[in-house]
Each structure stands twice: as structure tokens, then as C-alpha cells.
């Protein structure tokens, strides 16, 4: 019998579109990756406030919100007791998690947390060590905030082999394997990645605490497919030029159903700007945006391949949202509102 998605993907699915946030200690000092030792005295967003988060969401007939919790720098957006390295240690001292998660409800939306599994502060090389760190941090996650609906990790790639790599060599993870292709990589993830990240445990905890919160693995840009495994979800990053997707795949001997989301940035900050095709925090200067017409065709070509879609703004280090994002947001809603969507109109 062929798989078909469980209720639980399904209901994801039928969410349809979504807004991610990437916030946090590299917003205040322009970087999309940092190390885990950028002072955290920087972080004080002096006009937060989720609601215009979710108020703008919601105007632009998006379901959900998907906050990057935790980067690869360590920082957590909530007061982690298992680590210094959070709101607490800020001036801010809000718990950021916790206030999008109320504004979540109070406007109908879903919650969906970026956690990334590398931490750049806290992980020593003892894999078992670390994922006991991991489980105090998502049982907070899991148990403060109430409804998760979806867990997407990061930073998968950072134990692909039994040799850890350096930084140089993770910026050019391609190299690691000169001359492998790519289901190469795929099963290292899903072997050795796996075990070193003893994901099983987390996957099964994860579903111990809610059982209908879909859990996902980024796999970069550079590898499409299934990595760490189980997973309920597929990553299709800048994927908006996808022309088909498959949905079945067979996984340990078992034809598993796997729908996809796409995550895409409104920036568009290119050359001159530092970023080939826009940066996921915000960085000042950047005033870029996607327009209307190409929100339009990125809507339909999630319908076209049955995909959930999560349009990126990065927040300002004010709290806000960019004037840019705020505006396209109004554009699509008010599209929405008047018929069908159809692609560049």
C-alpha cells in the first residue's frame, strides 16, 4: 500500500503558510553565524512586542510562526537553566519564547521552535554528555510553552563523521568527501550522525512530551533529502524553484511518507549586498525585500508540490519587524482577500 500523510501531517500541511523569525545574539552584531562568544549585553530589543509578530502573520493569512529558540551560537531566546548563555544574561531579561507563545494563542496561530542540535558554546565532543544537555533544553521547550507543532533541527551536519570537524571544514562540508555523492552523505547522517547525536532518544523523548509535534532536520542547502532520521518533515531551504518533489521514501527497508516544507528569506540582499540571495537575521542596511508578485509564485509552487511555506524576515534588533516585511505581509493578505492565488498576479 502506498503511504499516505498520517492526520497529524496532514494537519500540518493544511496550515499551508507560515512565518519564520530568525532573532537573536547575532541580530546585534550582524552575523547569520556566530561562536558562543558574542556578549550578550548587546541583546535588548527596547520595542519588543510578539503581538505585532503575530498581528502581521496573521494579516498576511499565515497559520504559524516558527522562532529560532536557540542558533548555533548557544544563545536561547528563553531563561534556559542549563546554560548562562540566554535572555537573562541580557538587559533585556524577557522571555521571548514564553511571549510569542501567548501571542500565538491570542491570535490563532500555531508554534513551531528552531532549535539547532550544534552549539557552539555548550558542546564538548562528549556526544552522551551533550544530549543530556539537549533534553534539559527541550523539556523546558516542551513542558513551559504548551502546543509545539513543529521542532525543526539544525546543525545535523556537525556530526556526520566520527571525526569532528573544524569550523573551515564545516563551511566546507562538501570537501569532506571529495568525490562522494550525495546518498553518501545521506547515510553517514542517518549511521553515524544519528548515533553521535543519539536522536532516537531525542526523537522519542520529543514524542514522550507531544506526541503530535512533527520533528525536522535541515540539511543545508547543499544535500536535499532525508538526514537524521526519524523524522516526520522534509527541509527544502531557498527550495521555491523546486519543479517536482518526492514525497515516498524508502528508509531502513520501510517506504515512508515525508511532505516537505519550504523556508525562504523576504530579503533578497545579493550583491552588492554580502548575502548571494538574502540573509536570514536582519542586518542594518538591508532594505531589500521580495515583492508581492514573487510571494504570489512562491505560494502557488508550494500548492503545486502540497508543501508547507515559511517566508523568513529577520527581526530588527529594535524588536520589530521591518517596514519592508510589514508591507509585503499586507500585500499577500490583501491578495488572499480578494479571490484565488495565482502566481505573479
Not at 67 to 77: E, M, N, P
Not at 184 to 208: C, D, M, N, P, S
Not at 323 to 344: F, I
Amino acid at each position: 500500500m502506498t503511504p499516505k500523510p498520517t492526520a497529524t501531517q496532514q494537519r500540518y500541511l493544511d496550515l499551508r503558510l507560515g512565518l519564520m523569525l530568525h532573532f537573536g545574539i547575532n541580530t546585534y552584531y550582524g552575523k547569520e553565524w556566530s561562536d558562543g562568544t558574542l556578549s550578550p549585553t548587546r541583546f535588548n530589543p527596547d520595542k519588543l512586542n510578539t503581538d505585532t509578530w503575530c498581528a502581521s502573520a496573521a494579516a498576511a493569512g499565515m497559520k504559524l510562526v516558527t522562532l529560532t529558540a536557540k542558533h548555533h551560537d548557544g544563545f536561547c531566546l528563553w531563561p534556559s537553566r542549563h546554560t548562562d548563555y540566554n535572555v537573562l544574561a541580557s538587559p533585556c531579561k524577557r522571555d521571548v519564547v514564553g511571549e510569542l507563545a501567548e501571542s500565538c494563542r491570542k491570535y490563532g496561530l500555531k508554534l513551531a521552535l528552531y532549535y539547532s542540535l550544534w552549539d557552539r558554546r555548550q558542546d564538548t565532543g562528549d556526544d552522551s554528555a551533550y544530549a543530556d544537555f539537549m533534553l534539559g533544553q527541550l523539556e523546558e521547550l516542551f513542558t513551559r510553552y504548551g502546543e509545539i507543532t513543529m521542532l525543526w533541527f539544525d546543525g545535523v551536519w556537525f556530526k556526520l563523521t566520527d571525526h569532528t570537524p573544524s569550523l573551515d571544514e564545516m563551511e566546507n562540508i562538501h570537501k569532506l568527501f571529495p568525490g562522494a555523492q550525495v546518498e553518501e552523505f545521506l547515510a553517514a547522517w542517518r549511521t553515524v550522525g544519528r548515533r553521535r547525536w543519539h536522536f532516537e532518544r531525542i526523537y522519542e523523548q520529543v514524542k514522550a512530551w507531544q506526541p503530535d509535534c512533527l520533528v525536522m532536520n535541515n540539511t543545508t542547502t547543499e544535500f536535499p533529502g532525508i538526514p537524521l532520521f526519524p523524522v516526520d518533515v522534509r527541509a527544502g531551504e531557498k527550495a521555491v524553484s523546486l519543479g517536482e518533489d518526492q514525497k515516498i521514501w524508502e528508509i531502513e527497508g520501510t517506504q515512508r511518507y515525508l511532505p516537505l516544507q519550504i523556508e525562504t528569506t523576504l530579503s533578497k540582499w545579493g550583491p552588492p549586498g554580502p548575502f548571494a540571495n538574502g540573509g536570514w537575521f536582519w542586518h542594518e542596511g538591508d532594505h531589500s525585500c521580495a515583492s508581492i508578485e514573487e510571494l504570489l509564485s512562491w505560494v502557488k509552487k508550494a500548492e503545486t508540490l502540497d508543501a508547507m511555506l515559511l517566508l523568513n524576515s529577520g527581526v530588527m534588533a529594535s524588536g520589530e519587524l521591518r517596514p519592508e516585511d510589514l508591507a509585503v505581509h499586507r500585500a499577500l493578505g490583501e491578495a488572499s482577500a480578494r479571490g484565488p492565488r495565482t502566481s505573479g498576479a
